[in-house]
């Protein structure tokens, strides 16, 4: 299950966030850079505060990338109790060298590696937290003013990295000037927490104090996991954008149809030889059919976003070469009726740089209702499909 991480600076801000329901709470200075550290007297008070109510993370500021100056800080930190240690990563001939120094507290403390969505890392970086014993690796972004995760990485680029992540053993999180748009695009990627402060805040203002409304919205976005044994208080009809969902038929409120048009792509395709090597640009149309679960949308919670259509061809798209339109077409489909809420879609799938206009395949599929049931009782069934290699920032 992915969790919620809130970041605050004060005990207030605390309560708000346990209140709230929030999974980690996150214990950083906004006013002091992009990883800012709380003062330690008041990292101290917070986790004594929550006094193990939640899981506590705490920010070691922006260092410089100088394996004392690194490793003198975090030694402070871990002497406060917290759960966590998140350390931000600058590239730098030193990087490595400021991660194997942790290796002892890597051994007994929980080591969480930023890197910024807006720098350029070497590939094999993951690697180098793997073998320093770190717990996981979070993207964000450095600039808080040069626009979200989302407008750094693609959605195919993070779904790799959290699967790379994963695949070496590490948790993998997202964070990064997100919105509440963002977070079912992200949860179809299964990151082990996604990260919020802005979101929190009055008009996103991330110097603001935490709103509470603002973060009970984000915490109904994201499901919470429930002890064994106890009955769920998640409200399943809210959250169908992750296939969270039972049968939406016994609603009885009908459908919408959502819709994406004229979605143009570079498309690695074709069967002849000459379209072998170079891409082509196909235009698609994609029409999907929703059970609604509300008489009055409102928000995120009650919709199956556009977004996450055009996430999915990008990310098939992503893959490679492609012989044939209609095996492209077939998987968009597959992967569109993959949320349980999608009762049939309708794929127009074209390359506009052959014959007079375009050519290409319309198909029309529904969903299998049984496929649909099983589908409930997971998230982000297609994640997995959607990987390849180099997903750090570039």
Not at 71 to 98: M, N, Q, W
Not at 357 to 380: F, L, N, P
Request: aromatic share 6%; net charge negative; glycine share 8%.
């Amino acid at each position: 299950m992915t969790k919620m991480l809130a970041s605050v600076r004060s005990r207030q801000e605390a309560e708000i966030a346990l209140q709230a329901g929030a999974d980690i709470i996150d214990l950083k200075e906004p006013s002091r850079g992009a990883l800012g550290a709380v003062d330690m007297k008041d990292i101290v008070e917070i986790v004594a505060f929550v006094n193990g109510r939640r899981l506590t993370s705490a920010a070691s500021g922006d260092l410089p990338m100088e394996p004392d100056v690194v490793r003198a800080k975090v030694d402070e930190l871990a002497a406060t109790g917290v759960d966590f240690i998140k350390i931000g990563f600058l590239p730098s001939d030193y990087l490595t060298d400021c991660a194997k120094g942790l290796v002892g507290i890597a051994a007994n403390r929980k080591l969480v590696a930023v890197l910024f969505a807006d720098y350029v890392y070497p590939e094999n970086v993951l690697d180098v937290f793997a073998e320093a014993g770190f717990h996981g690796v979070m993207i964000d972004t450095a600039d808080k003013t040069k626009g979200r995760l989302l407008q750094h990485m693609s959605t195919d680029r993070i779904g790799t990295f959290v699967a790379d992540c994963h695949a070496r053993g590490l948790t993998a999180g997202l964070a990064g000037s997100l919105e509440a748009p963002d977070v079912p695009r992200l949860l179809a990627y299964d990151p082990d927490f996604i990260g919020f402060r802005g979101a929190l805040c009055d008009n996103l203002v991330r110097d603001a104090e935490i709103n509470r409304d603002a973060a009970l919205k984000i915490r109904a976005l994201i499901p919470e996991e429930q002890p064994a044994g106890t009955q769920s208080r998640v409200d399943y009809k809210l959250l169908a954008a992750r296939g969270y969902f039972p049968d939406a038929s016994e609603l009885g409120l009908g459908t919408d149809k959502i819709f994406v048009r004229d979605f143009v792509l570079p498309v690695e395709i074709g069967a002849y030889s000459f379209e072998h090597g170079k891409t082509q640009r196909m235009r698609f149309d994609v029409t999907a059919d929703v059970l609604r679960v509300t008489r009055n949308p409102e928000d995120m919670r009650h919709v199956v976003s556009y977004d996450l259509i055009m996430d999915g061809i990008r990310s098939l798209v992503a893959r490679g070469h492609i012989e044939l339109v209609e095996t492209l077409a077939e998987q968009i489909a597959a992967f569109v009726l993959e949320n349980p809420r999608v009762t049939n879609v309708v794929v127009r799938a074209e390359k506009l740089e052959l014959g007079p206009g375009g050519v290409g395949v319309i198909i029309e599929r529904k969903q299998d209702r049984q496929h649909a049931a099983r589908s409930g009782d997971r998230a982000g069934t297609h994640a997995a499909e959607h990987r390849g290699r180099g997903a750090v920032p570039s």
